[in-house]
T-cell receptor, first 111, second 120 residues
Framework: SQQGEEDPQALSIQEGENATMNCSYK?????LQWYRQNSGRGLVHLIL?????REKHSGRLRVTLDTSKKSSSLLITASRAADTASYFC???????????FGAGTRLFVKA | DTEVTQTPKHLVMGMTNKKSLKCEQH?????MYWYKQKAKKPPELMFV???????INESVPSRFSPECPNSSLLNLHLHALQPEDSALYLC???????????????????FGPGTRLTVL
């Protein structure tokens, strides 16, 4: 079973609006990562947040992590049509090589 | 060079064929991964190699046979596949769960573009 569950499953917004995606996970983690996947292509790493961090920024991306609730959110500000993609949270098992991906959120940004 | 390459991009094969998928990276990463991804689903881990040794096999059927000839190459040999094996196969690499200092668990994975496999 997947470690992370994301919501919403799909999100459609207008260009310029903000997009927020949420991820929940089940076990203890030492970091959580977000990836983007354009249709039918490989995944691209966006940002990593460690368990001792609460918030992290990278350009138009803002990620928060609440370890007490076992949840994370990804905010994309001022979205662009090029942001249209699937977004996955990913959590590595502590001490292991295994990374589990959430179900993903499909984002559509309309021009 | 921060690229992971995969060949072929597309592959169509019959259930009796034998084919191989190839993956290559030159980032000096010592962990390499195979994932299978069905449409509108997240990637599912199949195999992990660490220092050219198989570390994780996620109970993958034996018709999939991984091979890591050296630290830069990863192959996936396919034989007697079923139509339900049709999917996007992704290769990835990373430094591993621990950085050079042996302390950090930073393990960003770099993905290739994938091979779209269709089994007839």
């Amino acid at each position: 079973s997947q470690q992370g569950e994301e919501d919403p499953q799909a999100l459609s917004i207008q260009e310029g609006e903000n997009a927020t995606m949420n991820c929940s996970y089940k076990t203890s983690i030492n970091n959580l990562q977000w990836y983007r996947q354009n249709s039918g292509r490989g995944l691209v790493h966006l940002i990593l947040i460690r368990s001792n961090e609460r918030e992290k920024h990278s350009g138009r991306l803002r990620v928060t992590l609440d370890t007490s609730k076992k949840s994370s959110s990804l905010l994309i500000t001022a979205s662009r049509a090029a942001d249209t993609a699937s977004y996955f949270c990913a959590t590595p098992y502590t001490g292991g090589f295994k990374t589990i991906f959430g179900a993903g959120t499909r984002l559509f940004v309309k021009a | 060079d921060t690229e992971v390459t995969q060949t072929p991009k597309h592959l169509v094969m019959g259930m009796t064929n034998k084919k191989s998928l190839k993956c290559e990276q030159h980032m000096g990463h010592r962990a390499m991964y195979w994932y299978k991804q069905k449409a509108k689903k997240p990637p599912e881990l199949m195999f992990v190699y660490s220092y050219e040794k198989l570390s994780i096999n996620e109970s993958v059927p034996s018709r999939f046979s991984p091979e890591c000839p050296n630290s830069s190459l990863l192959n996936l040999h396919l034989h007697a596949l079923q139509p339900e094996d049709s999917a996007l196969y992704l290769c990835a690499s990373s430094q591993g769960p621990f950085g050079l200092a042996g302390v950090s668990s930073y393990n960003e994975q770099f993905f290739g573009p994938g091979t779209r496999l269709t089994v007839l």
